[in-house]
């Protein structure tokens, strides 16, 4: 695999109108989602659905990439065909979540350190004869009192790097992910703050490791009021924010940006993401969306665990997705989705 095929990749992940669909979460996560629907938490429940999501037809006219769990990439369809295999067939580029989980990271309470590097070479030579061309890994970071401390951004930053550089030794394009949770009180300014710090030593240490940034897509969380704040910063503010703090830290040479979802409604999530694009700023970089939650939930929900409503799900799917990809060229409308 070439330095020219890493790009490649990157830039086709990130296509204008078009973003990544995050189908990757682990057992936990896809179970506690699962059980609020009185979906039965079994490896064919999440067979069957994964198998809705993807089927979708026309979902490549605005999903690029899907990210899969390690169970996923293993799988097969219902019908047999592998997951990747049907996935690159129908367009979309097959992606892996390579980390193992955030753990409390030791001597520091309430804060969490990504583990998943021992033997992550053998693993992305695995995933990538899997077909796996791009691959994740997220961080997370807590704002408190008193916290991130440095010593909970110089680890998860230092393990993204290393994480992104031996993914593209494997030809695989790193998503590096620093996710600033929005669980909290705080002011938008205070998430400027820990969101640019974050992303700044996060390249610091992508330089450091010589991660080639033409072959990288960033994944970061956007710049906005604490989820449990007295009073919530509007659309084009975080918009204005959030661009503002990217400008400032992202390298022009990145191809792309691609947002995590991170708990916000459908609505506010491609909303922002409109907004961006609509601020008459010169963008140097793709800017699009890789939302779990925002793609997914009210497709879960109409699905429900019945093979019955699969079409229900899909049509509602197809529709968060072609929202998504016309918020990703600054088109989105919150009315004209209501109306559809
Ligand atoms: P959300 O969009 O639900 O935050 O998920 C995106 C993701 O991949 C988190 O790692």
């Given at each position: 695999m070439s330095v020219e095929e890493l790009k490649q990749i990157a830039k086709a992940m990130v296509a204008p109108g078009k973003g990544i669909l995050a189908m990757d979460e682990s057992h936990p996560t896809c179970g506690k989602r699962f059980k609020a629907?009185?979906?039965?938490?079994?490896?064919?429940?999440?067979?069957?659905y994964r198998d809705m999501l993807v089927t979708t037809e026309g979902?490549?006219?605005?999903?690029?990439?899907?990210?899969?769990?390690?169970?996923?990439?293993?799988q097969t369809l219902l019908d047999g065909t592998p997951f990747p295999k049907y996935l690159s067939e129908n367009g979309i580029i097959p992606g892996i979540k390579v980390d193992a989980g955030a753990h409390p990271l030791a001597g520091h309470d309430d804060e969490k350190v990504t583990e998943g590097l021992d033997g992550l070479r053998t693993r992305l030579n695995e995933y990538y004869d899997l077909g796996a061309r791009f691959s994740k890994w997220r961080a997370v970071i807590t704002i408190g009192d008193d916290i991130p401390s440095w010593?909970?951004?110089?680890?998860?930053?230092?393990?993204?790097?290393?994480?992104?550089?031996?993914?593209?030794?494997?030809?695989?394009?790193?998503?590096?992910?620093?996710?600033?949770?929005?669980?909290?009180?705080?002011?938008?300014?205070?998430?400027?703050?820990?969101?640019?710090?974050?992303?700044?030593?996060?390249?610091?240490?992508?330089?450091?490791?010589?991660?080639?940034?033409?072959?990288?897509?960033?994944?970061?969380s956007m710049v906005i009021s604490g989820v449990s704040a007295s009073s919530r910063?509007?659309?084009?503010?975080?918009?204005?924010?959030?661009?503002?703090?990217?400008?400032?830290?992202?390298?022009?040479?990145?191809?792309?940006?691609?947002?995590?979802?991170?708990?916000?409604?459908?609505?506010?999530?491609?909303?922002?993401?409109?907004?961006?694009?609509?601020?008459?700023?010169?963008?140097?970089?793709?800017?699009?969306?890789?939302?779990?939650?925002?793609?997914?939930?009210?497709?879960?929900?109409?699905?429900?665990?019945?093979?019955?409503?699969?079409?229900?799900?899909?049509?509602?799917?197809?529709?968060r997705a072609r929202s998504n990809g016309k918020a990703a060229l600054g088109d989105y409308s919150a009315d004209a989705e209501k109306a559809a």
């Open positions: 629907l009185g979906i039965p938490e079994t490896e064919e429940m999440r067979q069957a979902l490549s006219d605005y999903i690029s990439g899907a990210i899969l769990f390690d169970e996923t990439i293993h010593a909970c951004i110089e680890a998860n930053a230092h393990a993204l790097a290393r994480y992104a550089k031996l993914s593209q030794e494997a030809g695989i394009v790193p998503i590096v992910e620093p996710e600033v949770l929005m669980d909290g009180t705080h002011s938008i300014e205070r998430s400027y703050e820990v969101t640019e710090l974050a992303q700044r030593i996060t390249f610091q240490h992508l330089r450091n490791q010589g991660v080639l940034m033409e072959g990288m897509i960033l994944k970061p910063a509007d659309v084009e503010t975080v918009a204005r924010e959030t661009v503002r703090c990217l400008m400032n830290t992202v390298p022009a040479t990145v191809p792309g940006i691609a947002f995590l979802s991170g708990g916000q409604s459908d609505e506010e999530a491609s909303s922002h993401l409109n907004a961006m694009h609509n601020l008459g700023i010169d963008l140097p970089w793709g800017l699009t969306f890789s939302y779990g939650r925002a793609l997914q939930h009210a497709s879960m929900t109409a699905w429900g665990g019945d093979s019955a409503n699969v079409s229900a799900a899909q049509k509602v799917l197809l529709q």
